[in-house]
């Protein structure tokens, strides 16, 4: 596939909140204001980039060659935390800017499912190291755009009328399922039309 | 025996409705009522598998390298679930696909690990995970029947491609509601299912009070 379709796949025709599910619990956790929404994106998008290179290496560097394929989830879950405890120590060194807009999220990443799916998914399509890397990409900008609007649907449903049952979490499922029926509008055809495949 | 360690998890403090972990899954293999069962009992044998090894080992494992150390735990018993359904339920092993390995990510495993195994007895870590379980994988069928039944028009107890359990609903099955088979229908079924728990919660509460 090429570099194009794959951005397009994960962004859009399977994007990974509203059609694959990953990743679900920051989207309902982290919602609640768009610019706290915003720090969860940036900082998923980068450790999906990361972790979906880094995996590729442990698992065609290592992994394969020793015929060890059945670790895959193990080494894996293990690359991811290491990455996400190296990556919130340089970001502190580096940028303590950004490390006080991100660093309160950036330990929750390693049990985001998006993190662990790109990582597995890449390997699974056999992907090489750079349509990895751009998958990894693709799957973080689907997971903030989609974590974006809901922060900006939410803050307008605070001022909306709402019955009192379905105040919070319950309202917030319901208005991703109309979002995710607005996104099925994308489906493989798409890439397919286009020609991307 | 402490049965409360058992039994809370199954109402309630359900995980799906009440503590609200483990989305992920819940949400994409909620097609099938099949899938269901054997996401759930995956999610039980891990967690009971964990629960039970960080609970022996809760003395051993020094408190600041705890998290990784968990997550090695259940990690491990993840691979043998999926070596084992590989083995025997090729169907099944391919039906759940990607969510059988992001199972090491479902936070309701590492979460009772944090908050329970780590300070109670093996036997009544053991029993918090059976009803932890429990609860998930009949919070997990409720999603997968409602879906399955008016999504598909169908109920599927049994896919092991031999043996086959499909039950059809009349009326159903000819037209169903497609709309809740797919990703949309698992979001809007969920915040139904979660409005109607806060509801009902809600309610006994105000009985309760009355009652006093």
Redesign the interface.
């Known amino acids: 596939m090429s570099y194009i379709g794959i951005l397009v796949t994960y962004i859009f025709v399977n994007n990974f909140i509203?059609?694959?599910?990953?990743?679900?619990?920051p989207f309902?956790g982290v919602s609640k204001n768009s610019e706290s929404a915003i720090g969860m994106g940036v900082a998923v998008t980068f450790v999906t980039a990361v972790a979906s290179v880094a995996c590729w290496a442990v698992y065609y560097g290592l992994l394969a060659p020793f015929g060890l394929e059945?670790?895959?989830?193990?080494s894996f879950?293990?690359v991811i935390?290491a990455l996400v405890q190296l990556v919130e120590m340089v970001i502190r060194k580096m940028s303590p800017s950004l490390y006080k807009a991100l660093g309160i999220y950036l330990p929750l990443i390693?049990?985001?499912?998006a993190v662990?799916?790109i990582a597995?998914?890449n390997i699974?399509n056999g992907y090489n190291l750079l349509q990895s890397f751009v998958a990894g990409i693709a799957a973080g900008l689907g997971f903030t755009m989609a974590i974006v609007l809901m922060a900006n649907l939410r803050e307008k449903l605070e001022m909306t009328p709402v019955?009192?049952?379905?105040v919070g979490?319950?309202?917030?499922?319901?208005s991703?399922?109309?979002m995710?029926?607005a996104?099925?509008a994308f489906d493989s055809s798409l890439i397919t039309n286009l020609g991307l495949a | 025996m402490n049965t409360k360690e058992l039994t809370k998890g199954i109402f309630k403090e359900n995980p799906i409705f009440i503590i609200m972990l483990g989305m992920c899954p819940t949400l994409a293999v909620s097609t099938q009522v099949w899938n269901a069962i054997g996401m759930g009992a995956g999610v039980i044998f891990v967690l009971l598998g964990s629960n039970i090894f960080i609970s022996l080992l809760k003395n051993i494992i020094p408190d600041s390298i705890r998290i990784p150390s968990y997550i090695v735990i259940i990690a491990s018993f993840v691979t043998i679930l999926e070596m084992v359904m590989h083995a025997f339920m090729v169907d099944l092993y391919n039906a759940l696909g990607i969510y059988l390995s992001l199972i090491v990510v479902n936070c309701i495993i590492l979460g009772r690990a944090e908050a329970f195994a780590n300070k109670n007895s093996v036997l009544d870590s053991a029993l918090d995970a059976i009803g932890m379980g429990v609860g998930f994988t009949l919070g997990l069928t409720l999603i997968a029947a409602i879906r399955e039944i008016f999504g598909a028009g169908t109920i599927t107890l049994i896919n092991l491609g031999d043996i086959n359990v499909v039950f059809e609903v009349p009326g159903l099955s000819e037209s169903p509601i497609r709309v809740l088979a797919l990703s949309a229908g698992a979001l809007l079924v969920m915040g139904y299912l979660k409005a109607f728990f806060t509801w009902y919660t809600a309610k006994n509460e105000k009985k309760a009070k009355e009652a006093k």
């Open positions: 509203l059609v694959k599910f990953m990743g679900i619990c309902i059945y670790l895959r989830t193990i879950i293990l935390a390693t049990t985001n499912c662990l799916g597995i998914i699974d019955r009192k049952a379905f979490v319950p309202i917030t499922f319901i991703a399922g109309i995710a029926l996104f099925m």
